[in-house]
Every structure is written in structure tokens, then in C-alpha cells.
């Protein structure tokens, strides 16, 4: 008797597990509807250099878009560092490489419009449809900072570097599967 339970409970704890890794599998490229925010680049040098200071000093997006070793000395000592991407961050939910910034059109963001860049970044929805892992902390910024930041990442120099795809663990792709959303932007802050 008890072992008939123990075979029965087995087989349904393992069609259970065959039934969430097919449920993963199957929602690795969930795609979100997010309004396109109406952000231009300009070549306006004030509006370039404030994309400068959000880029490279106070939103940190150079920490992780760049691959230079030694990225605080470099940014300490006002330089710019290639924001060609390719760093490679470790975490539990896999590997992940940061995106190229620059206009690179196959490599890089060359071939995003503007309105695309604003949108994932205010949005957290991609190109495709797809959700942004949550690294970027730009929900928030108004569109003349939206602006700011696609103006200047216009203005930099196209980098050739083919960023590796993802490894994504077990993990990874279960949260991908049921726990990633696109970040929206706090309430009261978006600008829908
Ligand atoms: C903590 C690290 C981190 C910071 C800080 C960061 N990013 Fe990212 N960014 C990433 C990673 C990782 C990806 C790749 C995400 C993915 O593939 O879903 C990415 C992707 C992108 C993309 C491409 C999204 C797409 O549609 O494929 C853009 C554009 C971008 N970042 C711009 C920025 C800007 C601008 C900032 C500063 C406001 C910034 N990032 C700050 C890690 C970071």
C-alpha cells in the first residue's frame, strides 16, 4: 500500500516537473505592448553633454556598458570610455553580457530608433516585444533626459564588438518564464 503511494506521488511530482520545464520553455519569449515615447535625438551640445553626465556619471550606465578594466579611473579622470558593451556580469539566473551602445548598426544600437532606445529604457519593452532584464534604472527620467541620453549615445563613435548571446541557468529561465516584466515606470512618474 504505502509503496503504491510513494510510486504514485512520484510520478505525479515528476510529470509536475516535466510540466513547469515545458511551461519555461515554451514562455522564453513572452512579448509586452509599451507606448513609444516621442523622443528625437538632437544635436543641441548642451542637451549631448547633459546625456554625457547621465551616461557616464549619474546613472552609472557606463559601469556596466563598458568593458574597461579600470573603468573608475577612467571616468574619475573625465575620459569616456568605449561604451561598446560585452561586459560580462555573473549571476544566479545565468550569464549575462551588457549590450554595445554605440551606433554600431549590426553590433550595436545602430539600428534602434530613438523612440525604441526611449522605450526600453522608460518602458523596459525591447525591440521585439520582449522584456529588458531588470538592470537599468531609467524608468524614471523625463523625456528632456531621455533625449539627453539618446542625443549623446548618437554622437558616440560606432564600435564593432559582437556581444555573446545570454546563458541563461534553470533559474534564469524560469524567471524569465514567470517572474520578468517590463519595469514600468513609478506611479505618478509616467508620462502616458
Ligand atoms: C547594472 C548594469 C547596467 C546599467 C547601470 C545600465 N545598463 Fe543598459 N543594459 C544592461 C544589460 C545587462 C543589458 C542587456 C539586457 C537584455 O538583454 O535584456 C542592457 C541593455 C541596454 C540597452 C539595449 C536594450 C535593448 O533593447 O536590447 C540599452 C539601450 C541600454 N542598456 C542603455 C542603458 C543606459 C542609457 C543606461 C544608463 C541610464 C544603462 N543602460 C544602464 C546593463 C546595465
Redesign the pocket.
Known amino acids: 500500500m504505502l509503496r503504491k503511494i510513494l510510486t504514485w506521488s512520484l510520478l505525479v511530482l515528476l510529470v509536475l516537473i516535466a510540466g513547469v520545464a515545458v511551461a519555461t520553455m515554451l514562455r522564453q519569449h513572452l512579448t509586452y505592448d509599451a507606448p513609444y515615447p516621442n523622443i528625437k535625438a538632437s544635436a543641441d551640445p548642451v542637451l549631448i553633454e547633459r546625456g554625457k553626465h547621465?551616461?557616464l556619471v549619474s546613472?552609472?550606465?557606463a559601469?556596466?556598458?563598458s568593458s574597461v578594466q579600470n573603468i573608475d579611473s577612467v571616468l574619475k579622470s573625465g575620459g569616456e570610455p568605449s561604451l561598446a558593451g560585452a561586459k560580462r556580469?555573473d549571476t544566479p539566473f545565468g550569464t549575462?553580457f551588457?549590450?554595445n551602445?554605440t551606433p554600431d548598426a549590426s553590433t550595436g544600437?545602430g539600428r534602434?530608433t530613438d523612440a525604441?532606445?526611449a522605450r526600453?529604457?522608460r518602458y523596459g519593452v525591447?525591440?521585439n516585444g520582449e522584456a529588458?532584464?531588470p538592470?537599468?534604472?531609467?524608468q524614471d527620467m523625463s523625456d528632456e533626459d531621455l533625449t539627453a541620453?539618446v542625443s549623446y549615445?548618437r554622437t558616440l563613435k560606432p564600435v564593432a564588438n559582437q556581444v555573446p548571446a545570454?546563458e541563461f541557468t534553470w533559474l534564469g529561465k524560469f524567471a524569465r518564464a514567470f517572474v520578468l516584466k517590463p519595469t514600468l515606470p513609478a506611479p505618478g512618474k509616467s508620462q502616458l
Not at 135 to 138: A, I, P, S, V, W
Open positions: 547621465i551616461v546613472h552609472g550606465c559601469q556596466c556598458h556580469v549575462i551588457t549590450t551602445l544600437i534602434m525604441e532606445i526600453v529604457l525591447k525591440s529588458v532584464l538592470f537599468m534604472q531609467g541620453v549615445l545570454h
